[in-house]
């Protein structure tokens, strides 16, 4: 995932979470790494597959939406001030996202290894539980210690 | 006997790749021999034919006759892991 940014946002509160994928819609359409066309690919995505996952003590959502919408690979990390009622990827019910991760990927198959180091480290509580209080400036970098090293790839933190 | 497993995704971020990849591991281990087809879940029924088990990693509310339906999440999430490596075993076992 060559020249993947990281954006990562704290202090925000969401009503529910198309709240948050309409952030997450306009914010990345301002940044340049989208297409016009993603904010509502990903709002369609995220109604027909739902992207809450439980984890072990938190819970996560990822949404994402095709390729096409994306013009450079990006990730962008939302801690709420709140955790968002998220619908579960595999079962019925919602879970409360503390986290959610938007991955913006324009090649799925170059950026597996890091997808699959993403959702290995997310498997982590220790790793889960460091995003999850550390203060904003540290967030990329922790991200970028846990996820990005071992999968060796370029990163750059944007903060927005 | 050769296990025809179909693993499907939405089809967005390959999160079926990754179920896929465990399931190999799992089987390889057990010295089942897999036929691993992956789609995305719209395209489940056209590769059904003569499948053992279907593995998805995202929510179909649809059946597939009699062949077993699993949910790969916990490849993914790592919550329930085991469970599901006994669960996919047992199946393909059977």
Request: aromatic letters at 6%; charged letters at 20%.
């Amino acid at each position: 995932m060559h020249n993947c940014e990281i954006f990562v946002k704290t202090n925000i509160a969401f009503t529910d979470y198309q709240d948050v994928l309409a952030h997450i819609g306009e914010c990345m359409v301002k940044a340049g790494v989208v297409e016009n066309t993603y904010p509502h690919a990903l709002l369609n995505r995220e109604a027909e597959f739902p992207t809450g996952i439980q984890l072990e003590q938190h819970a996560v959502a990822i949404p994402h939406c095709e390729a096409s919408h994306a013009r450079s690979p990006a990730i962008y990390l939302i801690r709420p001030d709140a955790p968002v009622e998220f619908f579960q990827a595999d079962d019925e019910g919602t879970v409360p996202a503390s986290l959610i991760v938007a991955l913006i990927v324009t090649h799925p198959s170059e950026q597996l290894k890091l997808l699959r180091q993403l959702f290995g480290q997310l498997q982590k509580p220790e790793f889960l539980e460091q995003l999850l209080t550390a203060p904003e400036h540290q967030l990329s970098s922790i991200f970028e210690q846990h996820v990005f090293s071992q999968a060796e790839e370029k990163m750059s933190p944007v903060y927005i | 006997m050769k296990r025809k497993i179909i693993v499907a995704c939405g089809g967005a971020v390959a999160t079926s790749t990754l179920a896929a990849e465990e399931i190999k591991e799992l089987c390889a281990a057990q010295n089942i021999e897999v036929d691993l087809v992956q789609c995305r879940v719209t395209e489940i029924e056209t590769y059904m034919d003569g499948a053992h088990l279907i593995c998805t990693t995202a929510r179909v509310d649809r059946k597939f006759g009699d062949i077993p339906l699993v949910h790969g999440m916990p490849f993914i999430s790592g919550v329930g892991m085991d469970a599901l490596r006994e669960q996919i075993l047992t199946l393909l076992q059977e």
